[in-house]
DNA sequence: GATGAATGAGCTTTCATTCAT
DNA sequence: GATGAATGAAAGCTCATTCAT
């Protein structure tokens, strides 16, 4: 009763308002560096400047360097895997939904490769050991998971051959799509990220087809 | 009559095989310490004491830290290079080739996991910028561009499919490799790795027949 | 007509009386912190927390950390030491007012244990130095000199030996107590604090008995 | 065999005779400055500085600052306390013993008054639960132990009275040493400690004698 | 050549204090 | 008056590299 006595709810609201903001600034300052080097070799301080605030400040916001990292992967990551979940859980023939999640994720990797890159670590001893990152481990599980049953389903209604198990479909899918896609932009091709997706789609449902 | 004149050719060559010994030794120390934890998180200090030499003494044989772990990726990664291009250029039927050159790559990996993480990240822009490990990109290269020639033979001869380019063949198949492998290592299923051979060899080939 | 014109006494009042109120919240938060922690290792903002204010407010009441704690050491010492002055000033005989005394010390350590631990540091240059703490050494120094009058007394009226000093023994007996609760607080034996003060009283009255 | 080959057995000994001049000239400028100041107000920095190294240096020597300070003290400690036990052990009069220790005591912390007031900290939880300290509170209770059994023998030959347990005594006059030496240096009067041993010893003395 | 002590820049993190709202 | 976000100067500590011996 003591401490919100004098302040308006509207006044409250702004100034959280401002506080989601500025999280968000942050955040968005760490992926664009992030975007471009290691994680190991980026500084707090480098990503204070590069948010224009002090160095200090990051800790009023996130209770340290991993944590807020993990922030930047799971705000990414979230629309991403919901938008291809959708697609897998959408009634077109699954052809159609195999490049439309091929696409998606290629264009995702297109500007998001640092992302990409560190997830490919996220296998190491420090990482799965519970840690800082296993929410992003148990996120990343979970999409995949989702992902095998949607192969699952396509070889119950024979739409695709049930020579290989879904689980593998699933990871040799994300395979091709991380190591092409990584590849690309690793020589700076990035504008022929399109052109890629068809030749991947083409190998994997000839891999694939009843 | 000249500076050397004093040192016995017997001696010199002494000198320089035991120096190379020491090479070998650091080397073998620094890659047993890779094999465990991330590149960042390895000091000089760890490696002389594996080494069983002092911290100082690294620096008698490599200007510093990423030259010598230039070094310890090109050493081992060579051999298997060659492995594989001696297996490309064989005659033996092309799905034949495939299988060996996949389990070849596969069992690489389920003993040098760290080398394949590190060498994910080798397109960042730290490295492809001319750096300390230009010399590692260049050797990746050089065993793509002759793997992608295997390919490009296979066409022409019929043996497999050319509607796809022969250099997206050649990186799809080190993506699947990779990405699949180190999915294997990373759920420390490691006794599996052989299991995923055949099927990476399934959907790839199914992929490419003619 | 001047410029408090419009305000009413009783307005004012009422505000001071909240102003106070909320002074004393603040206080009794920083002691009940103190008394699980160092100085060093309690923040402005844990302060606010416990007294469920801002961490700003804080400074709209002391001008800072060291001048808060002042206040806090000041308010709980006043009472010890008039109460213990009002017993030495009484016309007991020495040996009960020796022993009331003691008790009271003994007990307020019972509960008080960072006081006494925080006062043994005052001495120190960074203290004694004109500083934030000059008031508190003051105090301090106000009640021995006072109990060191009462020492006095006693020796005048043939009550205990004039052999020692008074003020020496006004120190000596505050040692005792300090060092002897200090230690029985350590231990954790607090429930024995009772029943060391008769092993003090003793010795302590063997040694200036008359 | 490597590391050693080349190195004269003079050689390494009188390396380690500078490093363990070195470690001395650090514990001393460590403990110049904590003669002068709160443990939590010293820093790494600091301590390099009069030690004229760099602050990276003290971490060849010490593997954090706690353990630089345990060091400090318990190098301090030790010898301190092997005096007085010989004395304590000694076949001379009880009372000449009590001079002789009380005497060495109070010199000592004219010496090292931060010591002591850091030592009356040592009981605090932060400490006594299992810490950086517990071999620094093992060494006090230990010398305290065998003070005890001074008094306990001193009471079974009749030579002071036993109606106090021997520790109470051993605390007893530990604490008063401590108090009215403290009080004596906090005051800079320290020209007279050695007045102090006087009246310390009577008040003590006729307290407990038989 | 080998040694390992010394360096110092760099890191992450804490926190008393200020100040716009 | 109250708020809490922002500050920035420390702090403790790590480590690649240098260099006198």
Redesign the interface.
Known sequence: M??DSEISPEATDRRSRKREEKRQTIIAAAERIFH???L??ISMEEIAREADVAAGTLYNYFPGKEALFLEVFVNKLTPLFDEALAEWESDAPFKEKLRLVVNLHMSFIHSHKGFY?FL???????F?APGPFTGLVELCEGYLTRQTRAFERAQESGEISN???PK??A??L???C???A??A????KTQDLDS?VE??L???????AQ
């Open positions: 003591n401490r471009e080097k290691d190991s070799h890159e490919m670590t996220l296998g190491q001893p420090d799965t020579t290989l198990s593998f479909l990871r040799a994300r395979s091709l991380w190591g092409m990584t590849e932009v690793n020589r700076r890629e030749p991947i083409e190998l994997f449902w000839k891999g694939i």
